[in-house]
């Protein structure tokens, strides 16, 4: 029903910015909340930011306040992750995913359809 597609990772230095991109093909896209999600080397795919359907509402995770904003625009199917003053500790590979529930944003089960990743490194 969704697919989705991530673009926009590279290779940055400490204090440099980055945006993502995630291209969704589905024509019910605006009905979905997104959220993006990271997974560094030997650890487990924590969650990043999300956005409701409408765009109204947003929450990021505590260490990505202040220095990352998502954004979409359903017109374009497409959601965005701007990330401003790297640190190599996000480093890692970024995941967008669609869910139907966005009261359960942080929950990675609760997401239905995902990407395939971009990669995010951040040197020091």
């Known amino acids: 029903q969704v697919q989705l597609v991530e673009s926009g990772g590279g290779l940055v230095q400490a204090g440099e910015s980055l945006r993502l991109s995630c291209a969704a093909s589905?024509?019910?896209?605006?009905?979905?909340?997104m959220g993006w999600f990271r997974q560094a080397p030997g650890k487990e795919r924590e969650f990043v930011a999300a956005?409701?359907?409408?765009?109204?509402?947003?929450n990021y995770e505590d260490s990505v306040k202040g220095r990352f904003t998502i954004s979409r625009e359903n017109a374009e199917n497409t959601v965005y992750l701007q990330m401003n003053v790297l640190k190599a500790e996000d480093t890692a590979v970024y995941y967008c995913?669609?869910?139907?529930?966005?009261?359960?944003?942080?929950?990675?089960?609760?997401?239905?359809?995902w990407g395939q990743g971009t990669q995010v490194t951040v040197s020091s």
């Open positions: 995913a669609a869910t139907r529930y966005y009261s359960n944003y942080r929950r990675r089960s609760d997401y239905g359809y």
């Open positions: 589905g024509r019910t896209f605006s009905s979905y909340a």
């Open positions: 956005i409701s359907a409408s765009g109204g509402s947003t």
